[in-house]
Protein backbone atom coordinates (compact mmCIF):
# COMPACT_ATOMS: atom_id res chain seq x y z
CA UNK A 1 0.00 0.00 0.00
CA UNK A 2 2.98 2.39 0.97
CA UNK A 3 4.08 2.31 -3.12
CA UNK A 4 0.62 3.87 -3.82
CA UNK A 5 1.08 6.66 -6.26
CA UNK A 6 -0.50 9.81 -5.09
CA UNK A 7 -1.79 12.85 -7.42
CA UNK A 8 -1.15 16.18 -5.67
CA UNK A 9 -3.51 18.88 -7.13
CA UNK A 10 -3.15 22.36 -5.76
CA UNK A 11 -2.03 25.62 -7.05
CA UNK A 12 0.29 26.79 -4.37
CA UNK A 13 3.82 25.53 -4.43
CA UNK A 14 4.47 25.47 -1.50
CA UNK A 15 1.54 23.50 -0.20
CA UNK A 16 2.57 20.89 -3.09
CA UNK A 17 6.15 21.18 -1.47
CA UNK A 18 5.36 20.11 1.94
CA UNK A 19 2.88 17.29 0.83
CA UNK A 20 5.67 16.07 -1.64
CA UNK A 21 7.72 16.13 1.26
CA UNK A 22 5.60 14.30 3.90
CA UNK A 23 4.09 11.54 1.49
CA UNK A 24 7.66 10.39 -0.05
CA UNK A 25 9.11 10.35 3.99
CA UNK A 26 5.81 7.35 4.15
CA UNK A 27 7.05 5.63 1.12
CA UNK A 28 4.59 6.54 -1.37
CA UNK A 29 5.13 8.43 -4.89
CA UNK A 30 3.99 11.96 -5.63
CA UNK A 31 2.95 13.70 -8.75
CA UNK A 32 1.42 16.80 -8.65
CA UNK A 33 -0.49 19.46 -10.96
CA UNK A 34 -0.78 23.01 -10.66
CA UNK A 35 -4.67 22.98 -12.02
CA UNK A 36 -7.74 21.36 -12.79
CA UNK A 37 -7.02 20.89 -16.33
CA UNK A 38 -3.25 19.61 -15.59
CA UNK A 39 -4.93 16.92 -12.83
CA UNK A 40 -6.96 15.44 -15.65
CA UNK A 41 -4.35 15.17 -18.38
CA UNK A 42 -2.23 13.04 -15.70
CA UNK A 43 -4.59 11.42 -15.09
CA UNK A 44 -5.45 10.23 -18.84
CA UNK A 45 -1.92 9.46 -19.07
CA UNK A 46 -0.29 7.49 -15.66
CA UNK A 47 -1.92 5.26 -13.18
CA UNK A 48 -2.76 7.15 -10.26
CA UNK A 49 -4.30 5.49 -6.67
CA UNK A 50 -5.02 8.41 -4.86
CA UNK A 51 -5.86 12.21 -5.13
CA UNK A 52 -5.40 14.75 -2.83
CA UNK A 53 -7.44 17.86 -4.02
CA UNK A 54 -7.49 21.21 -3.14
CA UNK A 55 -10.93 23.15 -2.86
CA UNK A 56 -10.11 26.15 -4.11
CA UNK A 57 -7.92 26.79 -7.29
CA UNK A 58 -7.82 29.15 -9.96
CA UNK A 59 -9.85 28.64 -13.35
CA UNK A 60 -11.60 25.22 -13.47
CA UNK A 61 -12.25 24.76 -9.39
CA UNK A 62 -11.89 22.13 -7.16
CA UNK A 63 -15.46 20.84 -7.34
CA UNK A 64 -15.76 21.00 -10.97
CA UNK A 65 -12.64 19.19 -11.12
CA UNK A 66 -13.85 16.75 -8.76
CA UNK A 67 -16.72 15.98 -11.17
CA UNK A 68 -14.88 16.22 -13.97
CA UNK A 69 -12.14 13.16 -12.44
CA UNK A 70 -14.96 11.33 -11.50
CA UNK A 71 -16.99 11.14 -14.57
CA UNK A 72 -14.00 9.76 -16.26
CA UNK A 73 -12.23 7.32 -13.32
CA UNK A 74 -13.14 6.06 -9.79
CA UNK A 75 -9.65 6.76 -8.32
CA UNK A 76 -10.13 7.92 -4.52
CA UNK A 77 -10.53 11.59 -4.38
CA UNK A 78 -9.40 13.24 -0.89
CA UNK A 79 -10.60 17.44 -0.81
CA UNK A 80 -8.29 19.23 0.87
CA UNK A 81 -9.63 22.80 2.22
CA UNK A 82 -10.18 25.52 4.42
CA UNK A 83 -13.88 25.68 4.20
CA UNK A 84 -15.23 23.74 6.94
CA UNK A 85 -18.82 24.03 6.91
CA UNK A 86 -21.19 21.16 6.48
CA UNK A 87 -22.51 22.19 3.26
CA UNK A 88 -19.23 22.41 1.62
CA UNK A 89 -18.35 19.09 2.91
CA UNK A 90 -21.99 17.60 1.21
CA UNK A 91 -21.30 19.84 -2.06
CA UNK A 92 -17.55 17.80 -2.36
CA UNK A 93 -19.02 14.86 -1.28
CA UNK A 94 -21.85 14.61 -3.67
CA UNK A 95 -19.52 16.02 -6.79
CA UNK A 96 -17.63 12.70 -6.13
CA UNK A 97 -15.06 13.27 -3.50
CA UNK A 98 -14.57 10.35 -1.25
CA UNK A 99 -13.41 12.36 1.88
CA UNK A 100 -13.11 15.86 2.91
CA UNK A 101 -10.07 17.07 5.09
CA UNK A 102 -9.86 20.28 6.36
CA UNK A 103 -6.57 22.63 6.44
CA UNK A 104 -5.10 22.56 9.08
CA UNK A 105 -4.76 18.91 9.35
CA UNK A 106 -1.93 16.39 10.92
CA UNK A 107 0.44 14.14 9.46
CA UNK A 108 -1.08 11.30 11.04
CA UNK A 109 -4.52 12.60 10.01
CA UNK A 110 -3.88 12.87 6.19
CA UNK A 111 -1.59 9.74 6.11
CA UNK A 112 -4.90 7.65 8.19
CA UNK A 113 -7.26 9.00 5.43
CA UNK A 114 -5.22 8.15 2.68
CA UNK A 115 -4.57 4.75 3.78
CA UNK A 116 -8.60 4.26 4.20
CA UNK A 117 -8.86 5.07 1.01
CA UNK A 118 -6.79 3.14 -1.08
CA UNK A 119 -7.86 -0.41 1.73
CA UNK A 120 -11.85 1.12 0.41
CA UNK A 121 -10.91 1.37 -3.60
CA UNK A 122 -8.66 -2.76 -2.81
CA UNK A 123 -12.00 -3.90 -1.39
CA UNK A 124 -14.45 -2.04 -3.87
CA UNK A 125 -13.46 -4.24 -7.09
CA UNK A 126 -10.66 -6.47 -8.22
CA UNK A 127 -8.09 -4.85 -9.75
CA UNK A 128 -7.40 -3.98 -12.92
CA UNK A 129 -4.16 -6.15 -15.13
CA UNK A 130 -1.30 -3.82 -16.29
CA UNK A 131 -2.17 -5.07 -19.66
CA UNK A 132 -4.78 -7.60 -21.49
CA UNK A 133 -4.72 -9.59 -24.86
CA UNK A 134 -7.97 -9.68 -26.93
CA UNK A 135 -6.70 -11.30 -29.43
CA UNK A 136 -5.01 -8.45 -32.42
CA UNK A 137 -6.09 -5.52 -29.37
CA UNK A 138 -3.93 -5.17 -26.91
CA UNK A 139 -5.36 -3.24 -23.81
CA UNK A 140 -2.51 -1.39 -21.37
CA UNK A 141 -4.31 -0.26 -18.30
CA UNK A 142 -1.75 1.14 -16.62
CA UNK A 143 -1.48 3.94 -19.24
CA UNK A 144 -4.67 3.71 -20.13
CA UNK A 145 -3.86 2.93 -23.99
CA UNK A 146 -5.37 0.74 -26.40
CA UNK A 147 -3.58 -0.70 -29.45
CA UNK A 148 -5.97 -2.29 -32.04
CA UNK A 149 -4.81 -4.33 -35.50
CA UNK A 150 -1.65 -2.33 -34.85
CA UNK A 151 -2.71 1.08 -34.07
CA UNK A 152 -3.79 2.94 -31.39
CA UNK A 153 -7.75 3.34 -30.75
CA UNK A 154 -8.99 6.19 -28.94
CA UNK A 155 -11.54 5.39 -26.29
CA UNK A 156 -14.00 7.30 -24.45
CA UNK A 157 -14.14 8.01 -21.08
CA UNK A 158 -17.32 5.75 -20.41
CA UNK A 159 -15.94 3.39 -23.08
CA UNK A 160 -13.17 2.66 -20.90
CA UNK A 161 -15.02 2.73 -18.02
CA UNK A 162 -17.54 0.16 -19.14
CA UNK A 163 -14.49 -1.95 -20.72
CA UNK A 164 -12.82 -2.10 -17.36
CA UNK A 165 -15.69 -3.25 -15.27
CA UNK A 166 -16.17 -6.07 -17.73
CA UNK A 167 -12.32 -7.22 -17.19
CA UNK A 168 -12.83 -6.54 -13.06
CA UNK A 169 -15.15 -9.71 -13.68
CA UNK A 170 -14.21 -11.65 -16.40
CA UNK A 171 -16.33 -14.07 -17.70
CA UNK A 172 -19.18 -13.16 -15.38
CA UNK A 173 -22.41 -11.70 -16.80
CA UNK A 174 -22.80 -7.97 -15.56
CA UNK A 175 -26.69 -7.07 -15.90
CA UNK A 176 -27.60 -4.13 -18.06
CA UNK A 177 -28.88 -2.65 -14.75
CA UNK A 178 -25.22 -2.80 -12.70
CA UNK A 179 -23.57 -0.96 -15.86
CA UNK A 180 -26.12 1.34 -15.85
CA UNK A 181 -25.44 2.41 -12.29
CA UNK A 182 -22.03 2.15 -12.39
CA UNK A 183 -21.12 4.26 -15.39
CA UNK A 184 -24.37 6.70 -15.33
CA UNK A 185 -25.26 6.72 -12.05
CA UNK A 186 -28.51 5.30 -10.33
CA UNK A 187 -31.22 8.06 -12.35
CA UNK A 188 -30.39 5.96 -15.45
CA UNK A 189 -30.87 2.34 -14.42
CA UNK A 190 -33.74 2.00 -16.75
CA UNK A 191 -31.68 3.40 -19.80
CA UNK A 192 -30.62 -0.07 -21.62
CA UNK A 193 -29.73 2.27 -25.20
CA UNK A 194 -27.07 3.81 -23.68
CA UNK A 195 -25.81 0.18 -23.32
CA UNK A 196 -26.49 -0.82 -26.71
CA UNK A 197 -25.27 1.97 -28.49
CA UNK A 198 -21.60 2.46 -25.99
CA UNK A 199 -21.42 -1.35 -26.77
CA UNK A 200 -21.52 -1.22 -30.35
CA UNK A 201 -18.84 1.40 -30.35
CA UNK A 202 -16.21 -0.99 -28.39
CA UNK A 203 -16.89 -3.62 -30.42
CA UNK A 204 -16.32 -1.39 -33.53
CA UNK A 205 -13.44 -0.28 -32.27
CA UNK A 206 -11.93 -3.55 -30.54
CA UNK A 207 -13.59 -6.34 -31.83
CA UNK A 208 -11.97 -8.09 -35.29
CA UNK A 209 -15.22 -9.23 -36.39
CA UNK A 210 -17.81 -6.70 -34.62
CA UNK A 211 -20.85 -8.16 -36.27
CA UNK A 212 -19.50 -11.88 -34.48
CA UNK A 213 -17.86 -10.77 -31.40
CA UNK A 214 -15.74 -13.23 -29.38
CA UNK A 215 -14.71 -11.35 -26.32
CA UNK A 216 -17.66 -8.64 -25.70
CA UNK A 217 -20.93 -10.99 -25.71
CA UNK A 218 -23.97 -9.80 -25.06
CA UNK A 219 -26.35 -12.48 -22.83
CA UNK A 220 -29.73 -11.37 -24.32
CA UNK A 221 -32.16 -9.57 -21.89
CA UNK A 222 -29.91 -9.81 -19.15
CA UNK A 223 -26.52 -8.05 -19.57
CA UNK A 224 -22.98 -8.24 -21.11
CA UNK A 225 -19.99 -10.63 -20.38
CA UNK A 226 -15.99 -10.24 -21.42
CA UNK A 227 -15.16 -13.79 -22.53
CA UNK A 228 -11.85 -13.81 -21.97
CA UNK A 229 -9.19 -17.18 -22.27
CA UNK A 230 -5.85 -16.24 -20.77
CA UNK A 231 -4.24 -19.03 -23.16
CA UNK A 232 -5.76 -17.23 -25.85
Known sequence: MSSARILVVDDEPQIRRVLRTTLVASGYTVRDARSGDEALEKLRDERVDVVLLDMNMPGIGGLETCRMIRSESDVPIIIITVRNAEKDKVEALDAGADDYVTKP?????LLARIRASLRRATLAS???PETLELGQTTIN??????TAKG???HLTPIEYKLLAILVRHAG???THHHLLKEVWGPAHVNEVQY????MTQLRQKLELDPARPRF???EPGIG???KYDADG
Open 105 to 109: FSTPE
Open 126 to 128: PAL
Open 141 to 146: FASRRV
Open 151 to 153: REV
Open 172 to 174: KVI
Open 195 to 198: LRVY
Open 216 to 218: LMN
Open 224 to 226: YRL
